[in-house]
């Protein structure tokens, strides 16, 4: 009989073979009838909503007009009309009577952003339907005469944190100053069944609603509010319907300090009756 030698340990720290164990069985926990279900840990939401897109429509006749102002104003805040406004005069009239919720300011003092390039209100102007909310010399520009001014929730949200840093080191005021914060809707901003998100929690939570919607439809209808004014360095891009367009706003930028990339988005400017 041959003798089995042990095997050979290559240093003396290998551990020793040892037979194979099956693993031990973990016991379920036994179910008594009528005991409620344990509840399962819910997981962290992963939507990241700073990168969601907010987009401003207006007449390419307003653009030169906004460049030099240097700012996007609210509509409370305008001393002089738009070249082209394509609010009815009792669009205008509902969102001065209609407050944010949670505040004691009227969205009027907002400026007015889409959450989708396919907002309902921009689709009656491609499409040449009647609304409401439209003006008629609105109705009466084709959708290659608009202009689409793009930023994003954090560029947003950081240039009203920015903006609130300098004015409290521009006064001798001890009075801390507060943040301004924008309002998340989930309709018609002057609508009486519109809910709003109006502090940083509560708009965040509304975005991430409006983004998870299966069918997308109330987005559509969906604003985002800026407070009095929005920079137009916070504007990071200018979408336009044809490469004329492009050079026209290429031509009105030249004599400007912002310099926003301008491009071209076909799909933004085409109804969505239109065949593909």
Request: charged fraction near 25%.
């Amino acid at each position: 009989m041959k003798k089995t030698r042990a095997p050979k340990l290559s240093s003396l720290r290998d551990p020793l073979p040892t037979a194979a164990m099956p693993p031990a069985r973990v016991a379920r926990p036994v179910r008594v009838a009528g005991a409620p279900r344990p509840v399962r840990a819910e997981k962290n939401s992963t939507d990241n909503v700073d990168e969601q897109r907010v987009y401003h429509l207006t007449h390419i006749s307003n653009l030169a007009a906004i460049l030099r102002d240097g700012c996007l104003f609210a509509s409370a805040a305008l001393t002089t009309r738009p070249a082209v406004d394509i609010s009815a005069p009792a669009t205008r009239e509902s969102r001065r009577d209609a407050l944010v919720a949670g505040t004691e300011r009227s969205v009027a003092e907002y400026v007015p952003f889409f959450l989708s390039p396919n907002a309902t209100v921009w689709e009656s102007i491609r499409a040449d339907a009647a609304d409401s909310r439209l003006a008629l010399d609105a109705h009466g520009s084709e959708a290659f005469d608009f202009v689409m001014l793009v930023s994003t929730v954090k560029k947003i949200n950081d240039g009203l944190v920015a903006t609130t840093m300098t004015d409290a080191s521009t006064t001798d005021d001890e009075t801390p100053l507060v943040p301004s914060l924008v309002a998340v809707t989930n309709g018609d901003a002057a609508g009486s069944l519109t809910r709003f998100g109006a502090t940083a929690a509560t708009a965040e939570r509304m975005l991430q609603t409006l983004r998870a919607e299966a069918d997308g439809a109330m987005i559509l209808e969906a604003e985002l509010l800026v407070p009095d004014a929005v920079p137009m360095e916070l504007v990071t891009l200018i979408g336009v319907c044809n490469d004329n367009v492009r050079e026209t706003v290429r031509g009105i930028l030249k004599s400007s300090a912002f310099k926003p990339k301008v491009a071209v988005y076909p799909p933004w400017f085409h109804s969505s009756a239109d065949p593909q």
